[in-house]
Structures are given as C-alpha cells and as structure tokens.
C-alpha cells in the first residue's frame, strides 16, 4: 500500500515506520493474545474522524477494539499478536488520510499541539489582514465609486483575496481534499465549497465588470471559521491540563550505570527492565525500579497525595516521576516506558477520556449524517431559489450560506469536552475514572452500598487499649508478634516502633494456627493469641473491638484491644451523600458488634453483618431486580462479585487487585470523600453535557432554516457556526469548576496515600 504524504504537517508528522525494537517498545500487553498501542493522530480532531477510523480499523482482521480520543488525538487499538502488524495500523490509518505515530506522552500538550497553533495562528493572522485590507477597500465601493474606480478597487480586492484564501483556508481544503480522495464527506467539504464559491463568484463579477464583489465575504468568512478553530484548539488543550500535568513528571532520561562501572546518559524511552541508573538530587525518576544503593528523601506525592518527603533506603520502592530531594541513588530498573506507575495513571485518565456514554454515541450517529445532509439541503436551497424565479446570483449565496452555517462540530463536542474537563478535575482530587460511561452512571446512582474492612476503615488496627502497659510487657509481645503475618501481631510490632522500642529477643518461636504464638524469653514461656490459648475465659459483651491476649509464664495476662480506625471524613462523606437524596447501606463478613460500631459511628441505617462473597452478591441482585441503581464501594477480594454486579463500583487504590479491576472508578488516599465527590461531579457534569445537547441541537435546527430562506448572509453564517462550538466547549469547561453548594465532603481535595503499585492491572 503506498501511503499519501501529509501535505499539512508533512515537516513533522511524516509516514512512520515501526520495525523490530523499535516497534516493541511502543506495545503493551493487553490480555493474553492481545497486545495494545497508542497512537498520535493530529488530524483527528473532528468528529467525523471518531467514528470513521473506529470503524474501519474494527473492520480489520485481527483488531479487537479501537478507540479514538478526539481531545487528545490519540487512537488506543487492542489487536491480537500474530495476525496483524502495528504496521498495517499505521499504513491504514495513512491511508485513510490520518498520519499516524506511536503516542510519546512528553509529546502531550507540547511539540505536536504547539505546532498545530502556530499554523492555525499563522493562517488567522494572513486571512485577519485580507479581511480587513479588502474591507476598506469595499466600504469606497459601498460608498459609490463607480466605473473604472471601482473596478480598480474590485482587482485589488481579488490581488489580496485570493492569495489570502489559498493559504488561510489550507486547513480545510487539505482536509477536504483527503475524504473526497477516500470517496467520503466531511465537515470541511462543505466548508471548502462554500469559500471557493464566494471567492470564484467575485472574480467572476469582477472580470465582467459587475457592480457588487464578495471578496470580503470570502475571506472574513476564513477569519471567523479560523478564529473559531484555534479558540477550540486552545480550549482543547486547557482541558488536556489533566494529563498534561502528570506527563510533565516524566524524566527525559537518566545516566545509566554499565556493568563496568562506566555511565551514560540514555533517554527515558530506551531504559530498560534490569538497567541500572543513577538519579542524582533533583532529579525525577525515569522508571519504576528498587533502591539499590543510598538513602534519600523523595517527594513521592504522585503516590501519597502527602507533601512530606519519604524517605528510601536500599530495598525501597520507587516510582518514575518521583522527586529526588536531598541525595544521589541508584536504582535497579523494573519497569520502563509503558509499564510504569506513572504510564499507568496517563492510560486510566486517557480511558476515562474516552469512554462513550450515551449521549455521545448519539453526537456520533448524528455527526456520521453531517456531511450528506448539509450537501442535499445545499442543494434543495439551490434549486427552490431558482425554481422561485430568484436568480443564480442570489440562489448560489443562499446555498453558499447553508454550507457554511450547519456545523456538527458544537454537537461533537457537546459531551466529551464535558467528560474530559469533569474527569481532570476529579483527578486533582484524588478520583480516578477509569471509564467515561461511569460518569454517566454516577449521575443516576441512587443507593451506596459500603464494605467496612478497608473501604469505611482504614484496614489498619491501632492499639487503643491498655495504653499504659509496661515497656517491657510490650517489647516481649512484639518480640513474638514480629514472626507472624496476621493483621494484629502487625499492629502491634508497629506500636512498638511507633514508641521508640525494639521487640525483645524471643526464642523457640512457633505459630499454633487457630490459637495464636508460643516461645521462650530467658527460659520463660510466652504465649500470644487468644484468650483460650492464654488461659482466659471469654470476656463478656462485644464491644466491637478486636483482641489479642498475652501472657508471661504464670503471670496475670494482659488484653491488647485494637480498633480499625475509620477512614477521615467517613461520617461527612455518609451525610453528604444522604444530602444528595441517597440510600446508605454497609454490608460486611464482619461480626455484628464491629460493624455496629461503624455503622453507628458513620451514621448509616441499614447494616448487614456476617456476609459472605454470595450474600454481597445477592444483596446487591436484589436490590437491582427492584429497580435500584447500586453504587457499590468495596475493597476485597470477597467485594469483587458484588463490586461486577452493582450499576458502578468504587474501590480504594489501596484495594485488592482484583477489587480495582472489577471497580469502574479508583479514589486514592485515605479519605472516602472521594465518592462523594464523584457522585456530585457525575450529577453536574451530565446537566451540562445535557444543557450542551440541547444548544447543539438548537443552534442547527433555528439556524439552517434561517439560512435556507435567505436571511443569513455567508459573512455572518461562519460567525454563527464558529461561536456555537465556542460556546459549547466555554459551558463544559464550568465542570472544572467549584459549584456553589456542593458538599463539604467532596470538596476536599484530598489525594492521600496510594499503595506502591495500587493501580496496577487497573486499567
């Protein structure tokens, strides 16, 4: 297949080769089979391109799905290894008139998009000064010069019009030019059409002297639609911030140490997995790896959402895009390039982006029939003017004017400019949205269902009593505690740390599952578990606390008493969400006493206790067969089920994997605000992407009509159009901000701590 040559970028975005190494560096996995890759598109940022290349590469033997992110002018494809080539992507994509390249994430928001607006600008500024120039000249015409004065006027008009509309307008003819080429239609064929006509009708009447030129027309005409698109490419990119800002964590590169001790410096896209390099003070981290030699403090708030610094030692894991702070590192690669923490995260806000709701896969069809119609309606003006006994000269303006004003682009972006601008925000603040569809479903949530265990709590059991136990008693208990694995024997070596002790030396130390710990301290015996094992009698009511009993030879048994404390703002996030017209329930395997305790703590009603995985799951089958739209939020292994089988699911990034996997959206840190702030997100930004619909749909309906009976001339016709996307990208950009009234809950920005590889497998 020869591939066209890209005559609009053709200096940058050139026909892309992918072959051996350098191929494979751009793939990911995606399954087993399956592999995945991203990439730049600069053409495709209207909203024909979206459904044309998803369908046409869905069509190719071999590909499983194919996505398209106009916003960030990315294509994701999943195709199965084997049966068809990244080269046979990159040469269809050619041939469908869109240069492709594999996506380099430092290329987000900086060398592509800075290139796009200079042309843009560029051709603004030549076509802004023939359109003010030939102006002039048209006000002496209107002003009643006649014959040779205004024929001269009339030729200088075409001498500044006609070099200005052949470059101005190479954004759309090039576009235009590439879907006929293909035997398609796209938005800018009728724009292209209805510029060429303005500008040949006046050299037409020019050459045969006539009394009136449309010269001005023409080339105002390009300045308002070129405004109109520079304005979208420059809002495009302020909703872009989002990933902009985690793109710019990425380190260009780093020295990389060579088995002979020798450095050198290599680019970020060519570490590798086993590599070993060194990030001096001030640096970021180029990938993911372990310390190997050094100690340092990093500012890892990526991860922890904390502006502390952590400190490292060797051992410790890092992530790419962390800071270094305070001294020089070396690190063990174990990640690089798209199998990084930081890769991770880009990938669940690029799925967020483009995920398709509803009301998109309606723009979509809508758009697909853009093209088609505006050409027949064109062409119906044409003819019922004429058929009126109107002449050519005022049936041709007429149809040039429906050309013009009908645009699809204001209905294209009615919603995922909404999406985009509402899933940046709740990223900087802590909420991932690993599909776009969840906001939609977020909006009609109408119960939260909450696991207790590590989605109310934190999961993590503190010693609340006996607070005053001896040094010593202590140290012994955790001298036992530090051999065993279980969740209280962790707490409370961490309670001895947390108190400045070192566990005492314990021998001869074994594990009695079911019971508890036994050894030996200086011949005594010591035993650590529960109250049977140390001799005790079961205590009497449950307070909902968790035990662990220890005992010392033949001495009276001490009961440490731990609590899982609640996450912060657990008990706003409950009566926020009740003040958003919401059913809470909690539903856990624990027993009844402790997820009381919660439950009364966080003010939630409806408390069911001893479930087990099936019981979740048919809780939230029940509640769904009666008509109920279930937020289910959970963490667990035993969540997963339910978490599949809720309306939409939220898990912490400190869950399981397979919870995060099964959850639609992630919240990371401590605070379980997170999903209030995703419901009231959901809510606002499905009422602009709905008042966005509406304009879309209302603009063209009151305008193509307006222009059909000739009451709007082509000059104010391309005002029309290119305001109607403004205005429609200007009101998504209002998810961005804070809304008056929204819960004191959600509006906590909190990003707090991410286990180290949380969102692993996430996307």
Same mark, same amino acid.
């Given at each position: 297949?020869?591939?066209?040559?890209?005559?609009?970028?053709?200096? !940058?975005?050139?026909?892309?080769?992918?072959?051996?190494?350098?191929?494979?560096?751009?793939? &990911?996995?995606?399954?087993?089979?399956?592999?995945?890759?991203?990439?730049?598109?600069?053409?495709?940022?209207?909203?024909?391109?979206?459904?044309?290349?998803? *369908?046409?590469?869905?069509?190719?033997?071999?590909?499983?799905?194919? @996505?398209?992110?106009?916003?960030?002018?990315?294509?994701?494809?999943?195709?199965?290894?084997?049966?068809?080539?990244?080269?046979?992507?990159?040469?269809?994509?050619?041939?469908?008139?869109?240069?492709? @390249?594999?996506?380099?994430?430092?290329?987000?928001?900086?060398?592509?998009?800075? @290139?796009?607006?200079?042309?843009?600008?560029?051709?603004?500024?030549?076509?802004?000064?023939?359109?003010?120039?030939?102006?002039?000249?048209?006000?002496?015409?209107?002003?009643?010069?006649?014959?040779?004065?205004?024929?001269?006027?009339?030729? +200088?008009?075409?001498?500044?019009?006609?070099?200005?509309?052949?470059?101005?307008?190479?954004?759309?003819?090039? &576009?235009?030019?590439? *879907?006929?080429?293909?035997?398609?239609?796209?938005?800018?064929?009728?724009? &292209?059409?209805?510029?060429?006509?303005?500008?040949?009708?006046?050299?037409?009447?020019?050459?045969?002297?006539?009394?009136?030129? !449309?010269?001005?027309?023409? =080339?105002?005409?390009?300045?308002?639609?070129?405004?109109?698109? !520079?304005?979208?490419?420059?809002?495009?990119?302020?909703? $872009?911030?989002?990933?902009?800002? /985690?793109?710019?964590?990425?380190?260009?590169?780093?020295?990389?140490?060579?088995?002979?001790?020798?450095?050198?410096?290599?680019?970020?896209?060519?570490?590798?997995?086993?590599?070993?390099?060194?990030?001096?003070?001030?640096?970021?981290?180029?990938?993911?790896?372990?310390?190997?030699?050094?100690?340092?403090?990093?500012?890892?708030?990526?991860?922890?959402?904390?502006?502390?610094?952590?400190?490292?030692?060797?051992?410790?894991?890092?992530? %790419?895009?962390? +800071?270094?702070?305070?001294?020089?590192?070396?690190?063990? =690669?174990?990640?690089?390039?798209?199998?990084?923490?930081?890769?991770? +995260?880009?990938?669940?806000?690029?799925? %967020?982006?483009?995920?398709?709701?509803?009301?998109?896969?309606?723009?979509?069809?809508?758009?697909?029939?853009?093209?088609?119609?505006?050409?027949?309606?064109?062409?119906?003006?044409?003819?019922?003017?004429?058929?009126?006994?109107?002449?050519?000269?005022?049936?041709?303006?007429?149809?040039?004017?429906?050309?013009?004003?009908?645009?699809?682009?204001?209905?294209?972006?009615?919603?995922?400019?909404?999406?985009?601008?509402?899933?940046?925000?709740?990223?900087?603040?802590?909420?991932?949205?690993?599909?776009?569809?969840?906001?939609?479903?977020?909006?009609?949530?109408?119960?939260?269902?909450?696991?207790?265990?590590?989605?109310?709590?934190?999961?993590?059991?503190?010693?609340?009593?006996?607070?005053?136990?001896?040094?010593?008693?202590?140290?012994?208990?955790?001298? /036992?505690?530090?051999?065993?694995?279980?969740?209280?024997?962790?707490?409370?070596?961490?309670?001895?740390?947390?108190?400045?002790?070192?566990? #005492?030396?314990?021998?001869?130390?074994?594990?009695?599952?079911?019971?508890?710990?036994?050894?030996?301290?200086?011949?005594?015996?010591?035993? /650590?578990?529960? $109250?049977?094992?140390?001799?005790?009698?079961?205590?009497?009511?449950?307070?909902?606390?968790?035990?662990?009993?220890?005992?010392?030879?033949?001495?009276?048994?001490?009961?440490?008493?731990?609590?899982? @404390? /609640?996450?912060?703002?657990?008990?706003?996030?409950?009566?926020?969400?009740?003040?958003?017209?919401?059913?809470?329930?909690?539903?856990?395997?624990?027993?009844?006493?402790?997820?009381?305790?919660?439950?009364?703590?966080?003010?939630?009603?409806?408390?069911?206790?001893?479930? #087990?995985?099936?019981?979740?799951?048919?809780?939230?089958?029940?509640?769904?067969?009666?008509?109920?739209?279930?937020?289910?939020?959970?963490?667990?292994?035993?969540?997963?089920?339910?978490?599949?089988?809720? !309306?939409?699911?939220?898990?912490?990034?400190?869950?399981?994997?397979?919870?995060?996997?099964?959850?639609?959206?992630?919240?990371?840190?401590?605070?379980?605000?997170?999903?209030?702030?995703?419901?009231?997100?959901?809510?606002?930004?499905?009422?602009?992407?709905?008042?966005?619909?509406?304009?879309?749909?209302?603009?063209?309906?009151?305008?193509?009509?307006?222009?059909?009976?000739?009451?709007?001339?082509?000059?104010?016709?391309?005002?029309?159009? #290119?305001?109607?996307?403004?205005?429609?990208?200007?009101?998504?950009? $209002?998810?961005?901000?804070?809304?008056?009234?929204?819960?004191?809950?959600?509006?906590?920005?909190?990003?707090?701590?991410?286990?180290?590889?949380?969102?692993?497998?996430?996307?």
């Amino acid at each position: 297949m020869t591939l066209p040559c890209c005559t609009i970028d053709g200096e !940058y975005f050139q026909p892309f080769k992918l072959e051996g190494e350098d191929a494979e560096r751009w793939i &990911s996995s995606a399954g087993p089979g399956l592999k995945r890759i991203e990439f730049l598109v600069p053409q495709a940022n209207r909203p024909q391109a979206m459904g044309e290349i998803e *369908a046409d590469l869905a069509a190719l033997d071999g590909v499983t799905s194919a @996505r398209v992110n106009l916003t960030g002018r990315r294509v994701v494809v999943i195709y199965q290894d084997g049966v068809i080539t990244p080269q046979a992507l990159v040469d269809r994509l050619g041939f469908l008139g869109y240069m492709a @390249r594999p996506f380099d994430p430092r290329e987000t928001g900086l060398t592509s998009d800075d @290139r796009e607006g200079s042309r843009l600008l560029r051709a603004l500024a030549v076509s802004g000064f023939a359109a003010g120039n030939v102006m002039l000249l048209s006000v002496s015409v209107w002003s009643g010069a006649e014959g040779a004065t205004r024929d001269l006027f009339h030729w +200088l008009s075409a001498l500044i019009a006609l070099p200005a509309v052949v470059y101005a307008g190479r954004p759309f003819f090039y &576009s235009a030019v590439n *879907a006929l080429r293909l035997g398609r239609l796209n938005m800018d064929v009728p724009i &292209s059409l209805g510029v060429t006509l303005a500008a040949l009708m006046s050299l037409f009447e020019t050459i045969n002297g006539a009394h009136h030129a !449309y010269f001005d027309a023409a =080339v105002t005409l390009l300045f308002f639609l070129l405004a109109g698109r !520079y304005l979208d490419h420059l809002m495009r990119a302020r909703a $872009r911030s989002a990933i902009a800002q /985690l793109v710019s964590l990425s380190a260009e590169g780093a020295s990389v140490i060579e088995p002979d001790g020798s450095r050198r410096y290599v680019p970020a896209r060519e570490i590798k997995a086993g590599m070993t390099v060194a990030v001096a003070a001030g640096d970021r981290l180029p990938a993911d790896g372990t310390v190997r030699d050094g100690v340092s403090d990093l500012d890892r708030s990526l991860l922890t959402g904390e502006s502390a610094p952590e400190t490292v030692k060797p051992g410790s894991a890092v992530h %790419a895009g962390e +800071l270094n702070l305070t001294a020089p590192i070396t690190v063990e =690669v174990t990640a690089a390039g798209n199998d990084t923490f930081l890769s991770e +995260l880009v990938r669940l806000m690029s799925a %967020a982006e483009q995920g398709q709701s509803r009301y998109i896969r309606i723009a979509d069809r809508l758009a697909r029939f853009y093209s088609p119609a505006v050409h027949t309606l064109a062409a119906a003006t044409l003819a019922g003017w004429l058929l009126l006994g109107n002449g050519w000269h005022a049936s041709l303006m007429a149809a040039v004017a429906v050309l013009i004003i009908t645009c699809p682009c204001a209905l294209g972006l009615a919603v995922p400019a909404v999406q985009v601008v509402a899933s940046g925000r709740l990223f900087r603040t802590g909420v991932m949205i690993k599909d776009g569809a969840a906001l939609e479903k977020l909006s009609l949530v109408d119960t939260v269902i909450f696991d207790k265990t590590g989605t109310l709590t934190k999961g993590e059991p503190v010693l609340v009593s006996p607070l005053m136990v001896s040094t010593g008693t202590l140290a012994l208990a955790a001298g /036992l505690a530090q051999s065993s694995k279980h969740p209280l024997s962790r707490a409370l070596v961490r309670e001895v740390a947390a108190r400045g002790l070192a566990p #005492s030396a314990v021998s001869e130390i074994a594990e009695h599952p079911g019971l508890g710990l036994s050894g030996l301290h200086q011949g005594e015996k010591l035993r /650590l578990g529960s $109250r049977a094992w140390c001799g005790m009698e079961e205590g009497g009511q449950d307070q909902g606390l968790l035990e662990f009993v220890f005992r010392r030879g033949a001495n009276t048994p001490v009961v440490f008493q731990f609590e899982d @404390r /609640l996450r912060p703002a657990a008990a706003d996030t409950v009566r926020d969400l009740k003040a958003l017209g919401l059913d809470v329930h909690l539903l856990s395997g624990d027993r009844e006493a402790a997820v009381r305790r919660v439950a009364d703590a966080v003010g939630i009603e409806t408390a069911v206790w001893r479930a #087990s995985p099936q019981a979740k799951l048919a809780y939230v089958d029940a509640l769904a067969k009666a008509g109920r739209k279930v937020l289910m939020v959970g963490d667990g292994i035993n969540d997963a089920p339910a978490l599949a089988a809720g !309306y939409t699911s939220m898990a912490p990034a400190t869950a399981s994997d397979i919870g995060r996997t099964a959850a639609e959206t992630v919240w990371m840190g401590e605070q379980v605000s997170g999903v209030a702030r995703a419901i009231a997100m959901g809510r606002r930004s499905q009422k602009i992407a709905k008042e966005n619909f509406a304009l879309a749909v209302g603009y063209n309906v009151l305008a193509v009509p307006l222009a059909m009976a000739g009451l709007v001339s082509p000059l104010i016709a391309a005002i029309a159009m #290119s305001t109607s996307s403004i205005i429609v990208i200007a009101n998504a950009l $209002r998810a961005g901000l804070k809304a008056k009234g929204e819960p004191a809950a959600a509006q906590q920005g909190d990003a707090g701590p991410v286990a180290a590889g949380s969102l692993k497998d996430a996307a």
